[in-house]
């Protein structure tokens, strides 16, 4: 049902409505109240100002005046059994011919005391006639947009709510609601938008978080389910000493956590369920060794690997990691790329589909653009979180389940591993090898940053390198720093006698490998870049991370900005710059104290919400109406439990009970799970 066809809403409030994602009267429904405001209990004129927040009274009128300061001030004094005090509205004069002495009034609004008695700045009041007594209600307050209040959306609501209870339809099987005590599906919509008491509220949220990550649950549950069933990849033999083969290729051992995580992933591999694994690590911890025993087993039983990276560089530092790891066992590494030349493309393509190349090393390309593999075995794919439900229809297409290894050097909070990365299985490595010198982090003001430059000269003289991140890339209306004016000014100025570089996202590919080649061959000494470097190149001889506006990044990218530092053997710095004013400092600190990931990752979780972590926002599944993964975490754990009990029974959802969840699978998460590797 449209929205126009409700009572109360014309063209213009329809338009206004859509504006909010509100189109239909089942949209309406679904768009809940984000607090409510609590009208029911007055509070008596002696005792008012005892809280901080919003009170309630109900008194009479004795007087009425008006103050004439920068804004009109109504005052009203106002008393009842209790005492009196005095209600004040700013800027709207017109009050004063509507207030009149003798009048119930109810307000509502912050009280502040002092020794001439209570105040109170009213936000709320309502003229109660006749005498009539005051029924206090909780009033909901809706996300509202400039042109639609919430007192409009709440009015449209109110005079239409039988219609729209009579829309709800509860996709909950009974025995669910039953096992979790939820109110009938309409109860509950009438709790939301118009609730007796607030713990009905409440309690009716908890059913449509729990129905809606119910959904993803299902989603992802479903994928698990056929992938263990009805996908067959090859199971591959292990020999009992993978470990120590693959440990006499370097010249250190294992560390435990490397040993633990590669365990994982050969069990994987030796079954015939296709892997569907995500190994992350923080930077350094030494995920290539990890990833190199993986392709060492998929050899070792007669499978070529692909290993696919987001960039051609990234992929080339791949192919040099990886090769003399890999060469003692005579696994010769086939880089595909882009930029190669035809001849030597093709050769590597011929090889590859001949079966007598085992590894391929490229970009997304790899599988995208005719290459064919005789016998494909593992795909490793690093930092792309999300490999399409494409490219695996691809693979599918040629007969193909390969084993598949995703890894990234972005910790991922456990909340986020079992809701938005549930259909895969997670091995993490949370031991650095040892001997590393930590990287000494700096937070400082930007009246400081000339000292910060100078430290960028000295370790330039010094023949190191620097970055110098900064947000925008052209001036921009938010005051945030440029890199374009940036590379400039330091260009001109302070680095006149240094090699300066600018790499940003609107270069085309090509200008930006350039770039990266020659920073990468130390033909550049600071390079000057937007974020693009974050999931950037090795380059051990980059000792400094200077970030400005520390405060735009959440600290999961600030990590990895400094991660692109510390990876040679000199001592490295990162200096993290913030604005004066900024009162971000201490956030920030965080960095300075731990160079866990995995603690700064949670932080973040916590202080910025899911969205701002790499590949979440942009995969869709944390996308909920009502549900807040991190709040709400213990309602998806009831949620998961649920959904993996009804897949058990029913992996089709073909019990006419189950029939209503298959509309759940059509909810943004759930289709965004769907549709990811
Ligand atoms: P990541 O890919 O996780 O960022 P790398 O695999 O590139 O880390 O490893 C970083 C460095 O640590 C490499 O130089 C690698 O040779 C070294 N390394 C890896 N594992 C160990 C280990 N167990 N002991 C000592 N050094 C190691
Ligand atoms: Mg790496």
Redesign the pocket.
């Known amino acids: 049902m449209l929205i126009s066809q409700l009572a109360g809403v014309g063209k213009d409030s329809a338009a206004r409505f859509a504006e909010l994602g509100v189109s239909t009267a089942e949209d309406l429904l679904e768009y809940f109240p984000h607090r409510y405001e609590d009208l029911r209990f007055p509070t008596a004129a002696a005792q008012l100002g005892a809280t901080d927040g919003e009170e309630n009274a109900v008194g009479r009128i004795v007087r009425v005046r008006e103050r004439r300061a920068r804004l009109a001030i109504v005052e009203a004094d106002i008393e009842d059994a209790t005492g009196a005090f005095t209600a004040k509205w700013f800027g709207r004069s017109y009050l004063v011919g509507a207030l009149k002495p003798g009048m119930e009034l109810f307000v509502r609004g912050r009280v502040t005391r002092t020794f001439s008695g209570a105040s109170m700045n009213v936000t709320t009041h309502k003229i109660l006639e006749n005498s009539q007594a005051f029924r206090g209600e909780i009033v909901p307050v809706y996300p509202a947009s400039k042109t639609l209040t919430s007192r409009k959306i709440r009015q449209v609501v109110a005079r239409n709510l039988t219609r729209l209870l009579e829309l709800a339809v509860d996709p909950l099987p009974r025995h669910l609601a039953r096992r979790f005590a939820f109110d009938d599906v309409r109860d509950a919509y009438a709790a939301i938008h118009a609730p007796r008491d607030l713990d009905t509220a409440v309690q009716a949220r908890r059913r449509f978080i729990f129905t809606e990550f119910l959904g993803l649950a299902l989603a992802a549950a479903l994928k698990r389910n056929t992938r263990v069933q009805a996908e067959r990849a090859a199971a591959l033999s292990r020999p009992g000493d993978l470990t120590e083969r693959l440990e006499s290729a370097v010249s ?4 435990n956590a ?1 040993r633990r995580v590669l365990d994982e992933i050969w069990a994987d591999m030796a079954r015939d369920v296709p892997m569907n694994r995500l190994l992350q ?1 923080d ?7 990890v990833a190199a025993g993986a392709i060492l087993m998929a050899a070792l039983n007669g499978k070529q690997s692909a290993l696919m990276a987001p960039t051609e560089i990234l992929a080339s530092q791949h192919a040099e ?1 990886l090769a003399p790891l890999l060469l003692p066992f005579g696994i010769a590494v086939e880089s595909v790329l882009g930029s190669q030349g035809s001849r030597s493309r093709s050769s590597a393509v011929g090889r590859l589909a001949s079966g007598e190349a085992a590894l391929a090393i490229g970009t997304h390309a790899l599988l995208t653009e005719g290459v064919d593999f005789a016998r494909l075995g593992l795909v490793v794919i690093d930092e792309q979180h999300r490999f399409g439900v494409e490219q695996r229809a691809r693979l599918r297409a040629k007969g193909l389940w390969p084993h598949t290894l995703h890894m990234t ?1 972005t910790p991922i909070p456990r909340t986020l591993a079992q809701t938005v990365y549930a259909d895969l299985d997670v091995s993490t490595i949370d031991e650095l ?2 001997g590393r010198t930590p990287i000494d982090t700096f937070v400082i003001r930007r009246a400081r940053l000339p000292l910060a430059y100078e430290f960028v000269e000295r370790n330039a003289k010094a023949g190191r390198q620097a970055y110098v991140v900064a947000p925008a890339i052209e001036e921009s209306e938010f005051d945030l720093t440029s890199v374009v004016a940036l590379e400039e000014e330091l260009r001109r100025g302070k680095f006149a006698d240094l090699r300066v570089g600018l790499l940003h996202g609107k270069l085309t590919p090509r200008e930006k490998e350039g770039v990266m080649q020659r920073f990468v061959r130390g033909g550049i000494d600071v390079l000057v870049a937007t974020t693009v470097v974050e999931v950037g190149v090795d380059v051990p001889n980059a000792t400094v991370m200077l970030v400005l506006d520390a405060q735009r990044y959440g600290l999961a990218q600030l990590h990895q900005l400094r991660g692109r530092v510390g990876r040679g053997a000199a001592r490295s710095y990162c200096v993290l710059v913030a604005p004066d004013d900024a009162p971000e400092l201490e956030r920030l600190s965080i960095l300075a104290q731990t160079t866990d990931g995995f603690v700064i990752a949670e932080e973040d979780l916590r202080l910025r919400g899911p969205g701002e972590f790499a590949g979440t926002a942009q995969s869709g599944v944390a996308n909920f109406r009502h549900a807040d993964l991190v709040r709400d975490f213990s309602v998806y754990s009831e949620a998961r439990a649920a959904a993996e009990a009804i897949v058990r029974d029913d992996p089709e959802l073909k019990a006419a009970q189950h029939a209503p969840l298959r509309a759940l699978l059509d909810e943004p998460s759930a289709r965004a799970m769907l549709m990811s590797s």
């Open positions: 250190f051992s294992l560390t490397q690590g930077v350094g911890s030494g995920k290539t060794l990691k050097a090898p040892p």
